[in-house]
């Protein structure tokens, strides 16, 4: 699914509808169908259009099939909705977990970002840093969007009124919530972030009316701060951030300049005349495959980084002088550009420019300059951001997976939150339950065959479990006798070991939230869906909530 996704996103950045449908359905003979996908009966799914005829499959042929059904069916069967006209959220990068220390603001396109174990930007550090996106969303139609965040170690997400996200050293975690909003209507838009160790990611996706998930397109998030007191105005040219010290330190006042070239560089009415800096940011698409040359004149202080290569270092300049650098492009990629100036007593003149074979010298600004930041693209052999997540939830031994939250437990059942998928499990059938990401150091624990606590310290405590309710988890210990422990302090509870699915089981079903049934039959019965998992048991579950269903080898 998320391939499909990487593949049609160049086309999405309009907000390109026309490659993603309501869902898609493959079968035994190699076909492909596309459109609304719902149950006929309990062996026959549809899909087709809206309105018109539908191609009825039997299960029986089934491969795969993903299901996302339109919250307007007449929106869907319309088309794609009118883009915006937005261009990105304003991210501020700190060098320190708490939004402290040095600052570096940027302009980027949406929130996608893989990082693993790279530096988030180029110069600061690759654990234990944050990350703060804000601005604005316009929904391109009104009604029902499902935001899914994803965060390696913690996030809080609001849009509107939406919040989610938690805000502790996790491995990695997957959260979902819905929110309703009007065609047009901006709301706020927020996402704070911060890395503690290790791999580090941030990702939001989004669906709603008529598509499917996906990265939020450019054009319907705009950057909003009370440090750009005119706004944003984003065309061609870099962000600039000035500074009233001269160590590029502390908040600045932000603007989108359309042209490096100064005579001289105009600080903010407020700043003084001398002694402060400014940094500009944005990115370069190269028109050819060459080596380009930059120079820039001045009489001040000045760095220049190209695609991470530092081209320009001469920040102690106090004198008139060109300095210049080379840095080799590839055709049609973007590359980060930083340039620094630092403005002491001089008269604070600059003029940038780049050239090569076969451009002739250009000032920077204009075609192939850009303010925003394209993510970074996250290829399949990198993995998944968030592996150490789906250890998360109750695990029956038949394999199945339930996300939801547990509110309680004891020797008999397992309960979830009220209107959960299922509500209830049987304790008999579960083989663990994971409160907190288990790092893959600690895995083993999981499948070593004893039974007891797993505790964040790392820790494995063997003994019977008792019950867990509220904030305590009792266990009655073989060293220590019968132990309570506090939920902050588990990490896992193992009961048993999780086994391969029932042989009667037919598909794997994975629902919205996350969580992972296997299925051996359907029951429709006026157009509500009845699953029947061996392990967790009968429940009726609305389509909507059903994301991806795939047969089982038999």
């Not at 919530?177 to 996706?205: C, I, T, W």
């Not at 909003?224 to 105005?233: N, S």
């Not at 970074?376 to 250890?391: F, K, M, N, P």
Request: charged share 25%; with cysteine.
């Amino acid at each position: 699914m998320f391939s499909f996704l990487r593949r049609c996103w160049p086309g999405l950045v309009a907000l390109g509808f026309c490659c993603v449908q309501a869902g898609t359905v493959t079968t035994r003979d190699g076909q492909g169908y596309t459109g609304l996908v719902k149950f006929v009966d309990d062996e026959h799914l549809s899909v087709g259009p809206v309105k018109g005829p539908s191609k009825r499959i039997a299960l029986k042929d089934v491969v795969t099939a993903t299901f996302d059904v339109p919250v307007d069916p007449e929106l869907f069967e319309a088309g794609a909705p009118k883009a915006g006209k937005g261009y990105g959220l304003l991210a501020a990068y700190h060098d320190r977990p708490n939004f402290k220390g040095r600052v570096i603001y940027r302009i980027d396109q949406t929130v996608n970002h893989q990082w693993r174990s790279r530096q988030p930007v180029f110069d600061l550090p690759r654990d234990y840093f944050s990350v703060r996106w804000s601005g604005e969303l316009e929904p391109p139609a009104t009604g029902e969007y499902t935001f899914t965040l994803h965060a390696n170690d913690g996030g809080k997400l609001t849009v509107g009124e939406l919040a989610l996200g938690r805000w502790e050293a996790l491995s990695g975690f997957r959260e979902v919530g819905k929110v309703s909003l009007k065609a047009g209507e901006r709301v706020p838009f927020a996402f704070e972030f911060f890395d503690n160790y290790g791999e580090a990611s941030a990702r939001v996706f989004w669906k709603g009316p008529g598509f499917q998930d996906m990265p939020i397109a450019p054009t319907q998030l705009y950057p909003k701060t009370d440090k750009a007191p005119k706004g944003l105005k984003v065309g061609t040219g870099l962000l600039g951030c000035y500074y009233q010290n001269r160590f590029f330190y502390g908040d600045g006042v932000l603007s989108v300049d359309s042209q490096m070239d100064f005579s001289p560089v105009q600080p903010p009415a407020e700043f003084p005349d001398k002694n402060y800096s400014v940094r500009w940011t944005g990115q370069l698409a190269s028109p050819h495959t060459e080596d380009y040359t930059f120079r820039i004149q001045t009489d001040e202080g000045v760095r220049l980084w190209v695609g991470g290569r530092l081209v320009v270092n001469e920040l102690s300049n106090r004198t008139p002088r060109t300095f210049s650098g080379t840095a080799p492009m590839q055709r049609g990629a973007r590359y980060n550009v930083r340039l620094e100036s630092v403005h002491r007593a001089g008269q604070g003149n600059l003029k940038a420019t780049w050239s090569s074979k076969s451009m002739a010298e250009t000032v920077l600004g204009g075609d192939g300059v850009f303010p925003t930041y394209e993510p970074a693209s996250i290829e399949e052999s990198e993995g998944s951001e968030v592996d150490e997540s789906e250890t998360l939830g109750v695990f029956t031994w038949g394999g199945s997976r339930i996300a939801s939250n547990v509110v309680s437990a004891d020797d008999s059942a397992v309960k979830f939150t009220e209107g959960a998928y299922p509500e209830r499990v049987s304790t008999v059938n579960v083989a663990r339950i994971v409160m907190r990401p288990v790092p893959v150091k600690h895995q083993d624990h999981l499948n070593a065959g004893r039974v007891g606590v797993l505790l964040r310290n790392g820790d494995f405590i063997e003994g019977e479990f008792r019950s867990l309710k509220e904030d305590w988890l009792v266990v009655d210990s073989v060293i220590f006798g019968v132990k309570v422990y506090g939920v902050d302090e588990v990490m896992a509870l193992v009961l048993a070991k999780v086994g391969k699915p029932a042989r009667t089981t037919r598909f794997e079903l994975m629902l919205g939230n996350g969580t992972q049934l296997f299925v051996r039959s359907f029951k429709v019965i006026a157009g509500e869906v009845t699953v029947d998992d061996p392990t967790v048991g009968r429940m009726k579950i609305p389509l909507n909530e059903f994301y991806e269903m795939r047969a089982l080898p038999q």
